[in-house]
T-cell receptor, first 114, second 113 residues
């Protein structure tokens, strides 16, 4: 069974631009969560989608948004990029809502904002 | 405090046991997790424990939970060089109707031959 895939793997953007990251969960998984990992803040939860609805949300500004499609694929968007948005963005999928089920992580998208 | 706390580094010799410690924040956390991250990769779930358990063993891994002190530990028996990685402990914190996975900063385990 294929694992969680994330595209692109690497991205360089300029301050003020916007970016969209994509995540394809493991086949059959309906929950997708997004995380931001930085050396300064560690691993922080962004949000979780289940059946196309946002179920859980972390403490990030509204510039960070996401959506989930009917095939469970998810996208995350960051608008008006700031230097501090440079990070590894990880996506994880699970069968159901993540607080009860194991999460499987993708390799991440490395975003650099210049 | 509000953070899940872990020591940053642990160095052991190959063949020895490693013990990684974690202090979590929410006494109502139902599930507590240990993840492993190797360079350039995402996180891999190693094991998890329910809050009504004191101990869970899975091959070389032993998880101990002390709910009174909100302390979680991961013991790796017969540590190998392939175990060198960053280990994260995590809990699920209920907050305002959401469930927030909350991670420690990670412990870098270095295994010397």
């Amino acid at each position: 069974k294929a694992g969680v895939t994330q595209t692109p793997r690497y991205l360089i953007k300029t301050r003020g631009q916007q970016v969209t990251l994509s995540c394809s969960p493991i086949s059959g998984h309906r929950s997708v969560s997004w995380y931001q990992q930085t050396p300064g803040q560690g691993l922080q939860f962004l949000f979780e989608y289940f059946s196309e609805t946002q179920r859980n949300k972390g403490n990030f500004p509204g510039r960070f948004s996401g959506r989930q499609f009917s095939n469970s694929r998810s996208e995350m968007n960051v608008s008006t990029l700031e230097l501090g948005d440079s990070a590894l963005y990880l996506c994880a999928s699970s069968l159901e809502v993540s607080h009860t089920y194991e999460q499987y992580f993708g390799p991440g998208t490395r975003l650099t904002v210049t | 405090g509000e953070d899940v706390e872990q020591s940053l580094f642990l160095s052991v010799r190959e063949g020895d046991s490693s013990v990684i410690n974690c202090t979590y924040t929410d006494s109502s956390s139902t599930y507590l997790y240990w993840y492993k991250q190797e360079p350039g990769a995402g996180l891999q779930l190693l094991t998890y424990i329910f809050s009504n358990m004191d101990m869970k063993q899975d091959q070389r891994l032993t998880v101990l939970l002390n709910k009174k002190d909100k302390h979680l530990s991961l013991r790796i028996a017969d540590t190998q060089t392939g175990d060198s990685a960053i280990y994260f402990c995590a809990e699920i914190v209920a907050s305002g109707g959401s469930y927030i996975p909350t991670f420690g900063r990670g412990t870098s385990l270095i295994v010397h031959p």
